[in-house]
């Protein structure tokens, strides 16, 4: 190999390249050692950082603009029966006996001051896929032309002092040294301090809006990227997890993500955890009857198998409210709320119902969202919206908060080395056999020395390791033998 790629140096003396990685050493011994880790793991191209690209730190200061506008959005779906062979068990465990098919949605706008921008838009019927992101992407068209509207700025004798006094970036928070412009609201037009040029640039509003709902990469987001597969003219981008699941896609700029990556039980349990007067958008949309619709419905979901149960004028028996898949049904508490929902809303058919329950869904999630994005903005002064998952939303607050300055790798067997050390599964030392001479047990032998037996575990080995002090900088070799256990616990 090395022979091979020799030419592709300008130096004049040989130099060696890893069969594995494709790095260069420029002698044997050097290459010899890093194989003896490298050899190891799957042959790629390895790329590390260069030292101009070694630093890493917290630069998306934008993350602490909140996104202008938000989409929350909930589907619902039939059950089509399907009648087929009973498998054999001994073939497949797995049988088929309903298709999702999308009969309807809901979903509700948040504008910059955290209220609705219309009310919510309900649709059920056929082609509910294809009639959700066509109006999607209406909506889309609207508020792009908003945000590409800049507001003048509004500047007053006091901004201009603070202006002229000001001695810090009020983005980065660094020193101006005579880099200052003024940086304000786009959408208000308000001064919000002064800044660094670059900063000021940089420091812009989303251009993505982004459409939450609640477990998209389980369940909606199949039905949706079929759906979005048709809009061929538009720009379409994903994050995948594998091939049938996706953590986030864009459709133009629409960015889709599941508000489950951030808060992983269920709408029912989310909405517990609110007090009456957090669900702002329920109370001002629901206004007298709020106080009904601030829990999770219950909805017949094996019983809906056509559209035609649509244009029921009752609600149905609290058998067809039955789960097979967890072999139970709603309790009788459950289904008398039920009962009271369709009185209270004057209901008329089970359409009536879907709608309902469909908009009490979203606008519980919409609640329920905005107060995790008030909390966050609270404290980390981040927006998860500008975020996929949790950990994303967690590494962006732990470089903020702690503001670390975090050195990366650029030596290879460096990398190599301290991923040796990973481990995982059982950590443990153990012996084939051990018989223990307990004193409280029958068969103790008085004549020989007391022994015992003793289970001990762990929880939680990593989580703690990766809470205590860690390195951040300085990474070298070194010949010194060292005794790790000397080692003081805060160095």
Not at 75 to 96: F, G, H
Not at 157 to 185: Q, W, Y
Not at 314 to 328: K, R, V
Request: proline share 4%; aromatic share 14%; net charge negative.
């Amino acid at each position: 190999m090395s022979s091979l790629l020799n030419h592709l140096t300008s130096h004049e003396h040989k130099v060696f390249f890893c069969d594995y990685c494709l790095l260069r050493f420029n002698n044997e011994e050097l290459l010899n050692q890093h194989q003896e880790d490298c050899r190891n793991h799957n042959v790629q191209k390895i790329k590390m950082p260069t030292q101009e690209e070694k630093w890493l730190e917290f630069s998306n200061h934008k993350f602490k603009l909140p996104v202008p506008y938000v989409i929350y959005a909930d589907l619902e779906c039939i059950l089509e029966k399907i009648n087929s062979c009973e498998q054999d068990p001994k073939i497949s465990s797995t049988e088929s006996i309903a298709k999702h098919v999308p009969c309807g949605f809901a979903y509700v706008i948040v504008g910059p001051d955290g209220t609705m921008v219309k009310p919510p838009t309900v649709f059920r019927g056929k082609n509910a896929i294809d009639q959700f992101l066509t109006k999607l992407l209406d909506e889309e068209k609207s508020i792009l032309d908003i945000l590409r509207f800049v507001k003048p700025m509004v500047f007053s004798m006091t901004d201009e002092e603070n202006f002229k006094s000001s001695t810090l970036c009020s983005i980065c928070g660094n020193p101006l040294n005579g880099d200052a412009v003024r940086d304000h609201d786009h959408l208000t037009g308000a001064y919000r301090g002064a800044a660094h040029t670059r900063c000021n640039l940089n420091f812009k509003l989303a251009t993505y809006i982004p459409v939450v709902i609640h477990n998209l990469r389980n369940y909606d987001g199949h039905f949706l990227i079929q759906g979005i597969g048709k809009f061929k003219e538009k720009r379409i981008q994903c994050i995948p997890e594998n091939s049938e699941k996706f953590i986030s896609f864009t459709l133009s700029s629409l960015r889709f993500i599941d508000s489950f990556q951030f808060l992983n039980t269920s709408l029912e349990k989310l909405a517990q955890n609110l007090k009456p007067c957090q669900f702002h958008l329920c109370n001002k949309y629901f206004a007298s009857n709020a106080q009904f619709i601030t829990r999770k419905g219950c909805y017949p979901y094996e019983y809906f198998d056509s559209f035609s149960k649509f244009y029921e004028t009752q609600l149905p028996p609290q058998s067809a409210f039955f789960n097979s898949l967890t072999n139970e049904n709603v309790s009788r508490e459950d289904y008398e709320y039920a009962h009271d929902i369709w009185n209270i809303f004057q209901m008329h058919t089970f359409g009536d119902y879907h709608d309902l329950y469909v908009t009490v869904d979203v606008l519980l999630l919409s609640d329920i969202f905005e107060n995790f994005r008030t909390l966050c903005q609270n404290y980390y002064k981040i927006d998860p919206c500008h975020t996929y998952t949790a950990p994303g939303l967690a590494w962006q607050a732990c470089l903020k908060m702690t503001k670390v300055r975090l050195e990366l790798l650029t030596d290879i067997d460096m990398h190599l080395f301290i991923e040796k050390g990973i481990r995982g599964g059982v950590a443990m030392i153990s012996h084939r056999y051990a018989k223990a001479n307990n004193t409280y047990l029958s068969n103790y032998d008085s004549s020989l020395p007391s022994s015992y037996i003793i289970y001990l575990d762990a929880n939680n080995l990593y989580g703690w390791a990766m809470s205590q002090h860690l390195p951040t900088h300085d990474f070298s070799w070194t010949d010194e033998d060292v005794n790790f256990m000397n080692v003081p616990d805060d160095s």
